[in-house]
RNA sequence: CGGGGUGUAGCGUAGUCCGGUUAUCGCGCCAGUUUUGGGAACUGGAGGUCGCAGGUUCGAAUCCUGCCACCCCGACCA
C-alpha cells in the first residue's frame, strides 16, 4: 500500500485526521502510486487515480471547527524549529516580540477602506458573551440574547488595526520612532475553501509591524524583512525563492508595495512562502498616529508589517518529500539523527548501547538532536520505514555483527543511499553528511525551478506552457485588466515583478502593449 | 450557494443494481508461542446505533421519502 506511509506521515503530523480515499465507481488501479508531492496538494491531474488523497480536520459534531487543524507533537517540533530560526533573526536585526489581544472591535476595521475590504468577507465575528439553555425547552445551548456585544467583536485574521490603535499612546515625537514589534499568534480567517497547512482557518503565524519617521526608513524595513524572509528559506529550508513585488491586483489591503517571495513546489505550482508590506501612511491616518519630527512638524507615521505561517510547513512538504515520505532540510529536522539498534543477545544489546551511548554524547557536543529508539516492540525494518516517512536525515544503524568489524552503517534520507563507516571518527562524518544534506537539498530544488522556468514570448505559447506548470517570465503591460484577463482564462497569476529584474524592452504577452520587463506568471496555490 | 459524489469496527473496504441464515475481508488492537540486517509468522480473542428519522415488507445495510455530515469541481482567497 503506497498510500500508507502518507497516512501514517499525515497521523504524526496533524492528530485527528482522517484519511479520505475518494471513491469512484472505477474498482480497477486501487493501488495506484499517490506521490508523496501530493499529499497535500491533491492529485492535479487525479484522472490518472482512482483514489484521491485528501484530509480534513475532525468535524466531530461541531461545523464551526471546519478547515481548523491539530498539529501533532512532531509537526510542531517543526514549527517550533521555525520559529526559533525567524525569531533569532529577527532579534538580530533589533526587533522585540509583544502581543495584542485575539478580538478586535469592528469598528477598527471601518477605518481603512482597502484594508476592510481585503478582509470582510473572511471574519469570523463575535456577537454574545454567554450561552444559556435553550428557551423552548429542548436541550441544548443558545446565545443569551440579553448577553449581546454592544460592538460585535472579528476574531483577528491580522493585527494591523488593533495594533496601530494601540501605537497611537506610543508615539508622540520622532524620539520614539522606529518601534519594531513582532507578534507570534493565531489568526482565522474565514475561508470557503480549507486546504491542510496551506489555508487552513486558524493558523499560527508571526507578524511583525514596525512604525518608522520616514518613508524610506519604512521601505528599507520592508525590504530588510524581505530579505531575512528569503534568508531562512534558502538556507534554512533548502527552498529556493524568488524576491520580487506583487501587482496592484495581488497587493496586501492597505499597502503601497507588497513585497514576496515565492516558491516553486514539485508539481510546478507556485507557493508564497512569505509577504513584506510598505504601508505608507494609511494606517497612520486611519488611526490618527502622529509625531513631532526633529523640525517641530506634526507628521504621519509610516509603517510596515511582514508575515509568514504554518504554511511553511506546507512547502516544506511539497518542496521537498519524496514517495518514502518527508523529507526534511537537516537545519529545521526535530530529529536530525536517529541510532537503530540491532542485536539478538542480551549481551549483544549491551555493546550496542555502548557503543550508541557514545556516538550520542559525541554527537550531543556538536548540537546535534540525535534518538535512540531501542523500543523491543518494533523491529529494524519498521523503523527504518518509520523514520524515513518523518523525514530524519541521518540514520545510523548499529548491528552486533558489524559491530565486530568496527564499522556502522549510515544512511542518508535525501538521496536514499547507505555506506558502511567506521565507528572511529563516524561523529564527525555524521556532522559533514548533515551540512551536504542540506546542500544537496537546496541544489536540487534549485535546479527543478530553473529547468521549470521558462521565457514565453506569444499568447499562443503561452497558453501551451501554463499547462505544463512552472513559472513563466513573460512581458506584461502592467495593467489590472490584462492580469485580470489572463487569470481568468488560464487560472495563472502574476506570482511577482523580480526585484532583479532585467530592464529589456518587449511586448505585453496578451495585449502587446510595450513593456520593460519580465514578470513571473504561474498557478498557484 | 450551484453541479457531482460518498457515508458499513480505530483505519481501509465487500455486500446495495436484483431485499432473505450469525454483515465480508485486510490493516491495526489484545493474549500466547516462535522471532529481530528493509514494515515477522502462527494460534486464539475483543471490537458494529450498516450516517439519522420515518415508510414499504413476514423480513431492510439493500427499496422509497425526508434530513444530516463529509469530499470533489465552481464561486471565494495577499
Known sequence: MNNKFTYQLIKHLADYFYLYLCKTKKKTNTNKKIMAKDFITRAENYSEWYNELVVRADLAENSAVRGCMVIKPYGYAIWEKIQRALDDMFKETGHQNAYFPLFIPKSYFEREAEHVEGFAKECAVVTHYRLKPKRDGT???????????????????????????TYRGWIKSYRDLPILCNQWANVVRWEMRTRMFLRTAEFLWQEGHTAHATSEEAIEETKKMLEVYAYFAENFMAMPVLKGIKSPNERFGGALDTYCIEAMMQDGKALQAGTSHFLGQNFAKAFDVKFLSKENKLEYVWATSWGVSTRLIGGLIMCHSDDNGLVLPPKLAPIQVVIIPIAKTEEQQAAVNTEAEKIMAELKVMGISVKYDNREEYKPGWKFNEYEFKGVPVRITIGARDLEQGIIELARRDNLTKETIPIEGASQKVAKLLEDIQENLFNKALSFRENNTRKVDTWEEFLVEIEKGGFLSCHWDGTVETEKKIKELTKATIRCIPLDAIEEEGKCIFSGKPSHKRVIFARAY
Not at 441544548?140 to 488595526?161: C, H
Open 139 to 165: 436541550p441544548g445551548l443558545e446565545p443569551d440574547p440579553d448577553a449581546k456585544l454592544e460592538e460585535e467583536l472579528i476574531v483577528r485574521p491580522t493585527s494591523e488595526t488593533i495594533i496601530w490603535d
